[in-house]
């Protein structure tokens, strides 16, 4: 993972500020020097920890410094995700120069370098010539519709889960926008204040598509993949249902309210949008204890690394954190017998510690695969989507395939599947909420544990009556 470094130029603007300069390393033997072009005085840079000092709280320049704080680590995160994402042949200073140019240019101080230099000889440049209008000067600073989209990602959502769903729809949006280009006009490109409540229309039509564009225009897809993971064969687009589009949907209505804010856009396309806005989902399917026990004493012995991932699905039923949350609990998050942590997925809208307290069977696993991961994790991880395989084919070979009725996310009808084919990291967290409220029907309880919200309509579907409590109301009938 890259790593970068930060230093302050020895040189000074006319206005006495000095630049933050960043050294990048890619990886081993590949380094980058960039300029930031953020401008800070020196007395307010902490040169022994190359830092922004944090100022006096309630002074004139405690809040110049936060946002310029704010926007340095945008920058650097931002940075980051362009060398996990891209090429490292492509890394070049004068492309990444170009990539934190683009990103910036939203914000741009006023004081940069060159701007301070060049401003006596712009203003003869200017002499003569007729001064251009408030709405001309307006245009020529706004960012470009995926400039804003870049910045809004690298500085909004506070979860890598969140800031996936808009690289996903970003580039679900790039996509469109080639395809436009090939079926009208070779120029043509999203703009924010031009988007409309047709062009949402003719995106969900696009995305509908998808499956069937991919054959017809292989080269957008080379260019905008839907997947950007590191695989021997990129995968055709999957059919998207309902679902996805509303959730697709719910970031780009967030993103359109973000720029209305900031005024770069004058309304929100989506208030004459009659499409479809409530996502629809089955009853939740999950293993009883009894199928949880099974799994739990199998014998794996002869494939040790299933047995590890065994140990680790068992282990997650016990504390029904998400995916991305089990994956970084370390020893100490266990604080008196109990995992404590704060879900990434919220920790912007709701930052609360969730506990669980560890029963027996949590604590001898613990102790189990104690100093066994390299970085100090709970378990010897894999990716997530190894883990899922994984599971898979741990429930085919424990023998519980039994069927479950689920909603098609594409076609929205039901659907009857046996439960090994779709098990996966998340049966997990169902396996934990679904037994719970089977035996205390108290979703604030519950909820506690699990940390869905009040009123959460995830959680709302886990209180569906069971079958046992349907047999016991229908044996009063005897």
Known sequence: MATIKRSLSKKRALNGKSEILLRVNINHGQQVRLKSTLFINPENYDADQNKIKKGKPGSAIFMELHQLNKTLEALESHICDICIEEPHSSLTTEYLQGRVNTFLKPTQADDEEDSTKEEGSATKKRAGRPRKSSTEQQAQKEPTFFEALEHFIATRPASTWRKKRYEVLMRALQRFEM????????TYKLTLRGFNVDDINDFEKFLRSEEELYVKYPKIYEKHPCDTRKVRK??????????????????????????????????????????NTTERYGTPYYITLEERDIIAAHDFSANPSLETQRDIFIFHTLIGCRVSDLYRLTHKDIINGAIEYIASKTLKDRASTIRVPLNQRGLDLIEKYKGKDPEGRLFPFISQQKYNVAIKKIFTDCGITRMVTILNAATGQEEKRPINELASSHLARRTFVGNLYKKVKDPNLVGALSGHKDGSRAFARYREIDDDLKKELISILD
């Open 234 to 275: 990129k995968a055709k687009p999957l059919p998207k249902g309902d679902n996805t589009i509303i959730n697709m949907f719910a970031c780009l209505r967030y993103f359109f309210r973000d720029c209305i804010e900031q005024k770069l856009m004058d309304e929100q396309p989506f208030a004459k949008y009659k499409g």
């Open 179 to 186: 395809y436009r280009k090939i079926r009208r006009i070779k």
